[in-house]
């Protein structure tokens, strides 16, 4: 069975930061490209960030390109977040996703979320 | 960027009816076109990809079609458990872009 579980939401104020990190099990971590998608209350879903199996490859959304950065620790079968200069905007609830597999991203998995509230 | 168009915000159909989904892509992405289904307070979950294959334990009465722009997800004989928020998106190119959701409501 596989598990995404996120954890690292809050609050924070506009120009803060936050890690955001994603223990997955149930799967050969190291196989497998991860994302991050977010979804703003009452709103769509919105791809953010994708890093590839062996994480030597990432792509980002214009809308965070520069401010969040994608990692992942395959040792700790756990992905990563950092968003920095974060807007009221970015409220949201962020979800971490694994790829169906390599070069097919669409999401066969995902995690519960986890809120991240921007307000002063 | 490709641009995912969900043209109905919201259906509203009667249980046991059929339900007809459409979702447009701002240029030919294939088949590369997936459909996710959301419930309230719940995550996403994956129905349909390469645009007409059901996912492991997905029912019969979904079913996706189309190719290039143009695409179509059905749900035939409305259960209660099927209404919610249906997505598509397309993974045809960086970025990876969703439709904007279409709403399944009684």
């Known amino acids: 069975q596989v598990y995404l579980v996120e954890s690292g939401g809050g609050v924070v104020q506009p120009g803060g930061s936050l890690r955001l990190s994603c223990a997955a099990s149930g799967f050969t971590f190291s196989s497998f490209g991860m994302h991050w998608v977010r979804q703003a209350p009452g709103k769509g879903l919105e791809w953010l960030a994708y890093v590839r199996y062996d994480g030597r490859r990432t792509q980002y959304a214009d809308s965070v390109k520069g401010r969040f950065t994608i990692s992942r620790d395959s040792s700790k079968n756990t992905l990563f977040l950092q968003m920095s200069s974060l807007r009221p905007d970015d409220t949201a609830v962020y979800y971490c996703v694994k790829e169906y597999r390599d070069n097919v991203e669409f999401f066969d998995y995902w995690g519960q979320g986890t809120l991240v509230t921007v307000s002063s | 960027e490709i641009v995912m168009t969900q043209s109905l915000d919201t259906l509203s159909v009667s249980p046991g009816e059929r339900a007809t989904l459409s979702c447009r892509a701002s240029q030919s992405i294939s088949s590369n076109l997936v459909w996710y289904q959301q419930k309230p307070g719940q995550a996403p979950r994956l129905l349909i990809y390469g645009a007409s294959t059901r996912a492991t334990g997905i029912p019969a009465r979904f079913s996706g079609s189309g190719s290039g722009t143009e695409f179509t997800l059905t749900i035939t004989s409305l259960q209660s458990e099927d209404f919610a928020v249906y997505y598509c998106?397309?993974?045809?190119?960086?970025?990876?872009?969703f439709g904007g959701g279409t709403k399944v409501e009684i």
């Open positions: 998106q397309h993974h045809h190119a960086w970025p990876l872009t």
